[in-house]
């Protein structure tokens, strides 16, 4: 998502290549016909279609960073106090570059400006190791104001297993978060769940042409190892696997989806009780997590009991978020 000089230049010879190609089809075919020169100017619209985005992105990435984001990533966000600040200043960027292209709307809530931070650094952490990532595709990203059914239904008389998907079909384009287990995903850096990271691994899944569990750039000298560990893995009957959440066996793309999680979420864990798996996420996302995000531990800000919950629900931590973790694993649709 951002330019560099390198992209800069290259998207430049790329808008410079088509101008000069449309400008010679209508040079071209103007002696057939002396009315095609007045296709010429198409070159220069060519031009400035190609260069767009580019010098869009260019001009967001000098920007000022609105404080109401860098007061949300500070306060919410473990991975983002663990980064030096030359990486912050990265991870800032790709936040703004992708909230400038992706809607972030509130159905029945509030997509505040720390909601549309959230969102926006659960789209970065999983990619922010990739020298260049798009999330292709993806458009708007609807916030509900709690868990839903399989109808999209968040009224109380309904059971609401699903905290987030990605949509198909008729939503595709669209992911869908329930904001409390946003909010709740980051309170606790530690728990091993985050749904917004959990969507988001969907789409790096996703970008290798289908939702497997194969996630796209994946290193050849990976690919194989890990194909062969998740199959052994959902055949097998879990035991001695009780710190993975048992929704990471329901199919190829929730292992992958939850071990993403674990593997922003508590690296040193992962590490610790399974050294090979953790080295294979390693290659997959190309960071190691464990490096730096375990030096945030000792200084980890703890919400109390009695004190407001993170979510922005107005309730007492104990009676909203801190309630959620005490109950069956979550439900997402990928």
Request: proline residues 5%; aromatic residues 10%; hydrophobic residues 40%.
């Amino acid at each position: 998502m951002l330019i560099s000089r390198e992209s800069n230049r290259g998207n430049f010879r790329l808008a410079l290549s088509a101008a000069i190609a449309t400008a010679g089809i209508s040079v071209a075919l103007s002696f057939v016909s002396p009315w095609w020169l007045l296709t010429l100017p198409l070159a220069g619209l060519v031009f400035h279609s190609v260069r767009r985005r580019t010098l869009r992105r260019l001009k967001l990435m000098d920007f000022p960073f609105p404080v109401e984001w860098e007061h949300a990533l500070s306060s919410h966000v473990a991975f983002f106090r663990a980064l030096d600040e030359n990486q912050k200043e990265r991870f800032r960027k790709l936040v703004t570059v992708f909230l400038d292209e992706v809607m972030v709307t509130g159905i029945r809530t509030d997509a505040d400006e720390t909601t549309r931070a959230l969102v926006a650094a659960s789209a970065v952490i999983p990619i922010f190791g990739f020298d260049d990532w798009e999330y292709s595709g993806l458009g708007e990203v609807l916030i509900y104001p709690s868990a839903f059914n399989d109808e999209y239904q968040t009224d109380d008389s309904v059971e609401r297993t699903t905290l987030g998907m990605i949509g198909v079909s008729h939503l595709s384009g669209v992911m869908i978060l329930s904001k409390p287990d946003l909010f709740a995903g980051f309170a606790n850096p530690e728990d091993k769940r985050n749904v917004g990271i959990h969507e988001f691994a969907h789409l790096v899944d996703k970008a290798a042409g289908g939702v497997d569990g194969i996630p796209a750039g994946i290193p050849l000298d990976t690919a194989e190892p890990w194909v062969r560990w998740v199959g052994e893995e959902l055949r097998s009957t879990r035991q001695g696997q009780h710190h993975i959440d048992d929704y990471a066996y329901t199919n190829e793309a929730e292992y992958f989806a939850v071990l993403s999680e674990y593997f922003f979420e508590a690296p040193d864990i992962l590490e610790k009780k399974n050294p090979q798996l953790y080295q294979m996420l390693e290659s997959i996302y190309r960071q190691n997590t464990r490096s730096f995000l375990s030096l945030t531990r000792t200084r980890r800000r703890r919400v109390g009991r009695n004190a407001p919950c993170p979510c922005g629900s107005g309730k007492k931590f104990k009676r909203c978020c801190r309630r959620k973790r005490k109950r069956p694993p979550k439900r997402s649709k990928g």
